[in-house]
């Protein structure tokens, strides 16, 4: 089975600063997929980021980079220059990659409020 | 490209009557498509995979024939909510993913106020 934890409830970042929103995971799927996503108050899922398990490099999307340690099984989203729109709910995902379509297993989020 | 829309967004209903929410993707077909549940300050949990021209498979503890689910066409997936009680009120989102991609993609939500 597998089982994404966020330890963060809430976090709170200045704007125009770096934030890191920690994310692990357990699985003994061979190879997964990992995924970051915002939820903003309008409830609606924004795909931020991925990164496959069996890549050698570490992702970025823009502001969003995400910093995968495979060994410890931690998939950490950073987002540089804080802007005051990043405030949401962020939830981190994993998928089976093999398994075109595969649901999500969802952490349980960690909010971020950018303050002025 | 690549965009699911639900439909309502928002609905309230009375206790004992039933709800349906659609999920459609409007410009790619897909054979599979996720309905998610989602309470207040919480995480989405899977209720169940619609899978088009065969029966849902359903999450352990839901319960199949409160939450009907029905794949009719490569871009149309409803979730029919039976004998609706207050403790059903949730935010439900559904997702769809391409089939040659890892990616999903979500519809907007739908919110259901049982009162």
């Known amino acids: 089975a597998q089982k994404i934890t966020q330890t963060q409830p809430g976090m709170f970042v200045q704007e125009k600063e770096a934030v890191t929103l920690d994310c692990t995971y357990d699985?003994?799927?061979?190879?997964?997929?990992l995924f970051w996503y915002k939820q903003p108050s309008s409830g609606e899922m924004i795909f931020l980021i991925y990164q496959g398990s069996y890549d050698q490099q570490n992702a970025t999307e823009g502001r969003y980079s995400l910093n995968f340690q495979k060994a410890r099984k931690s998939a950490n989203l950073v987002i540089s220059a804080s802007q005051l729109g990043d405030s949401a709910m962020y939830f981190c995902a994993m998928s089976p990659w093999d398994n075109y379509g595969q649901n999500f297993v969802f952490g349980p989020g960690t909010r971020l409020s950018v303050l002025p | 490209g690549a965009v699911v829309s639900q439909h309502p967004s928002r609905v309230i209903c009375k206790s004992g009557t039933s709800v349906k929410i659609e999920c459609r993707s409007l410009d790619f077909q897909a054979t599979t498509m996720f309905w998610y549940r989602q309470f207040p300050k919480q995480s989405l949990m899977l209720m169940a995979t619609?899978?088009?021209?065969?029966?849902?498979?359903?999450e352990q503890g839901v319960e199949k024939d409160k939450f009907l689910i029905n794949h009719a066409s490569l871009t149309l997936s409803t979730l029919t909510v039976t004998s609706a009680h207050p403790e059903d009120s949730s935010f439900y989102i559904c997702?769809?993913?391409?089939?040659?991609?890892?990616?999903?993609?979500f519809g907007p939500g739908t919110r259901l106020t049982v009162t």
């Open positions: 699985t003994s799927d061979p190879s997964y997929g």
């Open positions: 997702s769809a993913g391409l089939g040659s991609s890892y990616e999903q993609y």
């Open positions: 619609s899978n088009e021209g065969s029966k849902a498979t359903y």
